[in-house]
């Protein structure tokens, strides 16, 4: 039963580029959240999907987009690069509805330089 | 927006003492959340607390939620090198319940 799985691992990219990064959920779950975590700090909430669509979404600008595709797996693409872009992006899965538990990816170790 | 404060936000215990972290929010919760971070890992899932007063345990960890449920802890009793990483409290929206807000995280170090 694997569990959730997110590509790639590190990634490199100079300040103006695009990003996506890929997370598939755990197996029987159907939401994809997506979080920032910069260095010494607790994840930050990006946005949810659900059903295709973005449920919620946290305080981040609009170069931050996704989608989530039919086998519920999900991107996250971030636009015009920024500096303080760099962080660990981690994807969490869950079952939807309230209070679920949510199960982590490893993450994607972004760098911008 | 909406917070949950952690402290503290290191700690270094000797092996086989004890440690707590304290979470605490400025509104009710509907409920509070627990994980784990490994350094160089990604968050681990380890508890939900939903009631007034509730009190959990899981091996040498207790969890407890307040009575005004604004406040939560994380106890570990008689440290082990295993626990070292980062204790996250995670609390949900009021206005959502499936959106998490993080706490800043409690890093704990033990020293064998």
């Known amino acids: 039963d694997a569990g959730v799985t997110q590509s790639p691992t590190h990634l490199i990219k100079t300040r103006g580029q695009q990003v996506t990064l890929r997370c598939s959920p755990k197996?029987?779950?159907?939401?994809v959240s997506w979080y920032q975590q910069a260095l010494g700090q607790g994840p930050q909430f990006i946005f949810q999907?659900?059903?295709?669509?973005?449920?919620q979404r946290g305080n981040f600008p609009d170069r931050f987009s996704g989608h989530q595709f039919p086998n519920y797996s999900s991107e996250l693409n971030v636009n015009a690069l920024l500096l303080g872009d760099s962080a660990l992006y981690l994807c969490?899965?869950?079952?939807?509805?309230?209070?679920?538990?949510?199960?982590f990816g490893d993450g994607t170790r972004l760098s911008i330089l | 927006g909406q917070q949950v404060m952690q402290i503290p936000q290191y700690q270094h215990v000797q092996e086989g003492e004890d440690f707590t972290t304290y979470c605490n929010s400025s509104t009710t919760l509907s409920n509070i959340q627990w994980y784990k971070q490994r350094p160089g890992g990604h968050p681990v899932f380890l508890i939900q607390?939903?009631?007034?007063?509730e009190v959990k345990k899981q091996k040498r960890l207790t969890f407890q939620f307040g009575e005004a449920k604004k406040n939560s802890s994380l106890h570990i009793t008689a440290t082990q090198t295993t626990d070292v990483g980062t204790y996250f409290c995670a609390a949900p929206s009021r206005l959502t319940g499936n959106q998490f807000y993080f706490g800043t995280g409690t890093s704990l170090t033990v020293i064998p």
């Open positions: 607390l939903v009631k007034s007063g």
């Open positions: 999907y659900y059903e295709e669509e973005e449920r």
């Open positions: 197996s029987g779950h159907d939401t």
């Open positions: 969490a899965s869950s079952l939807w509805g309230l209070n679920q538990p949510q199960h």
